[in-house]
């Protein structure tokens, strides 16, 4: 018996195009830069996150940003990006960001920066760090009111975060967004791209003596001539180790399909001899335990996740048509919780075939093969 590991694998990706917003004329000849319009938050690991607020933090960056027009010009500014919500913009379907803007300076004199909506709008809450929502701009503002000017200098910081879900992906996953800052009474407008790299959670089932139970050699005068024998159950250790808290379930594979004497889901083949089906096994998990609860509850589902069964704690059977994962809720019906180590009890129980239906006249091996696999959820 043997264990391996499989994932199945998807990707999302989640990308803006920038459009620009233009005024009917531009009053000035103006450049917009920004020092690092590629802003990458690098791959996000699972044996190092930081936490903001309950949230995945994916990283911080910080950038400079200089406006330099040719004529004094009433300068707003405009965050052009796809919005995750009132107050910040999305980055791929589930992670999110914000940008401040902060330490404006125009024409060498530091200035407040207050939110407006619509060009022509009063400017409201001015301040001199204020966050970047979409739909609002940004203007600077000296005694309450929008002033004009030559060169704007200012800092932007840039902040991702993502909820603990979408890290459950199955594959090498980019996190892309596209945006753009406008100015529109300058005509210009500048690009910006955000990512970042997320790895999918890696565990590794190990069992005891290296998958391998042996029964080692009887006597036919010990089986049944008309009737099946039942062998005393068997046990080894099975262990799963992620390298983070990962949403997972089991999934067994009979690598004998076909030999077991009894057609159904949960027994496994030990093998044909000279044609002749030996006999079939079970395989139950016993004595679950995952570090951190203070139970386990076994939960299966036969329809690949679609629905789940009241989590229990008596053990689970394994079944080459069942997923089966674990709970620390007993009775809950939503499936299985994230994990990161798990212990438990392989027990195997094999049932011979009536020695009638085996040729006997040779030694009769007991080959049975099966694959624990992981499920990704």
Known sequence: MTSSLRAIFSTALGSWAAVAFWSPQALADCALMLSNPTIDFGVLKRDNLAWLAGRVLLGERSLSLNLTCTEPTELTLYL?????????????????????????????????????????????????????????????????RPVQGKVLQARLDVVAVAPRQALRVRDETLWQALASIDVPQAHVSEAMTLSSTVLPVSCEPLLGANGRVDFGQRSVGQFSRYQETRLPAQTVALTVACDGPALIALRMVDNRAGSATLGAENSFGLGLDRGRRVGR?????????????????????????????AA?????????????????RRGATSGPDDLQHMSATLSVAPVIAPIIELDVSEPVLLDGSATIEIVYL
Request: proline share 2%.
């Open 312 to 328: 229990q704690a008596d053990g689970v059977e394994l079944s080459t048509g069942v997923w089966s994962g674990f709970s620390a």
């Open 80 to 144: 052009r990006a796809h919005a995750a919500d009132d107050d910040t913009f999305r980055l791929s379907t589930l992670g999110h960001y914000r940008v401040r803007l902060r330490d404006a300076v125009l024409d060498g004199a530091y200035v407040a920066l207050g939110e407006l909506g619509r060009l022509g709008e009063l400017p409201v809450r001015a301040q001199n760090s204020m966050h970047w929502r979409p739909e609002r701009g940004l203007v600077a503002m000296r005694d309450g």
């Open 281 to 309: 096994y079970t395989l139950r998990l016993e004595d679950v335990r995952v570090d951190g609860w203070s139970a386990t509850y076994a939960t299966q589902t036969g329809s690949m996740g679609a629905s789940w069964s």
